[in-house]
């Protein structure tokens, strides 16, 4: 299995204060992502990384905001959480050259 | 634009019996890929199979193998002598393979239930 991690697994935060998810990853692999996961709609891309300090937006953006200051770290931030941003999300990750992605083990936000 | 259609909600299968999930596809990209994901109710997204759109034979990965249909956009997965431990959503997914692979997009998944 790839080395991902993903923390917190779980958060229940109040609606209006900021959240920050961090994504782990041990394989050196290029490219991070962000997805978040709600019934209905498999998984939409939120932002995704392409290298150190590189990223750009997906199709749910809107609402969040991403870092990587380092290759293994990939953090996903709610600057003010809102009862829609209330979903599971994961991180997931893939090499140059490679198509595939291999997702870390996902974290449930409930936000009230 | 990409767009994965999965039509089956739901399904059922007999423990040894053969399935095959639907996935339908729309895409303008001349180049793309084709995955399928597994997750179990513990949550967790695992990789089984993934189809090149121009690759000559469609791809199996022992019990799994994608029905691949370019003309009719369709990369079904079959899988073979179902056991307990299928139980799971599956997804299928696709992407471009140049300029803007990053953009995945998954269909709305199908669950499947293996019956003894």
């Known amino acids: 299995d790839a080395g991902i991690t993903q923390s917190p697994r779980h958060k229940v935060t109040e609606t209006g204060t900021p959240v920050t998810l961090r994504c782990h990853q041990t394989e050196n692999h290029r490219y991070m992502y962000w997805y978040r996961q709600d019934p209905g709609h498999g998984l939409r891309l939120i932002h995704y990384s392409y290298g150190v300090k590189d990223t750009d937006k997906g199709e749910v953006s809107d609402g969040y905001s991403v870092s990587r200051s380092k290759t293994e770290d990939f953090l996903l931030t709610l600057e003010s959480a809102t009862s829609s941003q209330t979903s599971v999300y994961f991180c997931a990750i893939s090499e140059s050259g490679r198509i595939e992605q291999y997702f870390g083990p996902g974290t449930r936000l409930t936000v009230t | 634009a990409q767009k994965i259609t999965q039509t089956q909600p739901g399904m059922f299968v007999q423990e040894k019996e053969a399935v095959t999930l639907d996935c339908t596809y729309d895409t303008s990209d001349p180049s793309y890929g084709l995955f399928w994901y597994k997750q179990p109710s513990s949550g967790e997204m695992i990789f089984l199979i993934y189809q090149g759109s121009y690759d000559q034979q469609n791809a199996t990965e022992g019990r799994y193998s994608l029905n691949f249909q370019k003309a009719r956009k369709s990369a079904n997965l079959v899988i073979s002598a179902s056991q307990l431990g299928d139980s799971a959503m599956y997804f299928c997914?696709?992407?471009?393979?140049?300029?803007?692979?990053?953009?995945?997009?998954f269909g709305t998944g199908t669950k499947l239930q293996v019956i003894p």
């Open positions: 997914a696709m992407r471009p393979v140049s300029g803007g692979y990053q953009k995945v997009t």
